[in-house]
């Protein structure tokens, strides 16, 4: 089979559009037409179906879909690193992944320390979703990714490596200038008439658990298209949000967050594929281990007190006697 062939039917998968497709590879759309036909005949099955918008994999397809792109990332990974290897300076770039709250801090913080005792590497950092991430770590376009266990949920699978790094204890972010700022650990029976802002299902539905098991309820009126979307609403004054903890020392300066009595928790995980692995992903998986230890390190010291109440905002006493931001 040509290769060529299935990369035009993985770029109509990913368009729904035989037109789009055909703009992108700078074909004919009558080409891209006869190249998906000629692969049905090859396989002996139909891979699209016409919907109202466009076009979309048949369950067939779906699977075909899957392998083959495995299958053109191998391709694509196997050109590179032969050219390199050519030209005699073999140095394959290293992909991570991750979370949106992890990639605000963590992850960069790990990346750094990486390179401080490695040298000079590539890198790429993308940020997704669990399950985009954890797709894109099968199919060979990531060779770490740190992801989170938050609804709904982190598959097993067992073409990947996963590494548990510990529980994430979730927070409420509030302007800087709202009541509750900085007063300690809040019930949320006292947050129940606040306007709540969401930017994804997982992060409601623990908001929606952590308030059902206090007796109330959540009122998440307001929602996001994004963490960065999420936080100006809630700069702004229009609602207050359940946001990572791991993400509080990379908050903006106009938001600033309270714990919570019995916080909802998500696991944190390291995901790396079982085949070909980076050399330098365990190193990066153990940067990363040791900067989450120390953010929740940072998580657990933080004892509000009741002197607290008396200072400028944005600070609180940690239990040695120093101060946290």
């Not at 994804?200 to 009126?221: C, F, K, M, T, Y």
């Not at 020392?249 to 928790?265: N, Y």
């Amino acid at each position: 089979m040509d290769l060529t062939v299935w990369r035009t039917f993985v770029t109509v998968c990913r368009l729904g559009s035989l037109s789009a497709a055909a703009t992108e590879l700078h074909h004919t759309q009558s080409a891209v037409s006869r190249q998906i036909a000629g692969l049905e005949r090859q396989l002996g099955v139909a891979l699209m179906e016409r919907h109202a918008r466009g076009v979309r994999p048949t369950p067939a397809g779906e699977v075909f879909r899957h392998h083959a792109l495995a299958t053109l990332n191998e391709a694509d990974r196997a050109v590179r690193a032969t050219r390199e290897a050519g030209d005699g300076a073999f140095n394959r770039p290293l992909a991570v992944g991750a979370t949106p709250s992890l990639a605000a801090g963590i992850v960069p913080e790990a990346i750094r320390a990486l390179l401080q005792q490695a040298g000079s590497i590539r890198w790429s950092l993308l940020p997704g979703s669990t399950a985009q991430l954890h797709c894109r770590v099968v199919t060979g376009d990531l060779d770490i990714a740190v992801v989170t266990d938050a609804p709904p949920g982190l598959p097993h699978d067992p073409r990947v490596e996963r590494r548990f790094l510990g529980l994430d204890a979730m927070v409420v972010a509030l302007p800087v200038d709202h009541p509750q700022a900085e007063r300690g650990p809040v019930h949320m029976r006292a947050l129940a008439d606040q306007t709540w802002v969401e930017d994804n299902e997982g992060s409601a539905a623990l908001l929606r658990q952590h308030a059902a098991r206090a007796g109330v309820s959540a009122r998440i009126d307001l929602t996001a298209a994004d963490l960065p979307g999420k936080l100006a609403l809630v700069a702004t004054g229009h609602a207050i949000a359940l946001i990572p903890g791991v993400l509080t020392r990379a908050l903006r300066a106009d938001v600033t967050t309270t714990p919570l009595v019995d916080p909802p928790t998500r696991g944190i995980y390291a995901i790396t594929p079982r085949r070909d692995p980076h050399p330098h992903a365990a190193p990066l998986l153990d940067h990363v281990a040791t900067a989450f230890a120390s953010v929740r390190a940072a998580q657990v010291d933080c004892r509000p007190t009741e002197s607290d109440t008396h200072r400028s905002p944005g600070h609180r006493t940690l239990a040695a006697g120093t101060e946290c931001p």
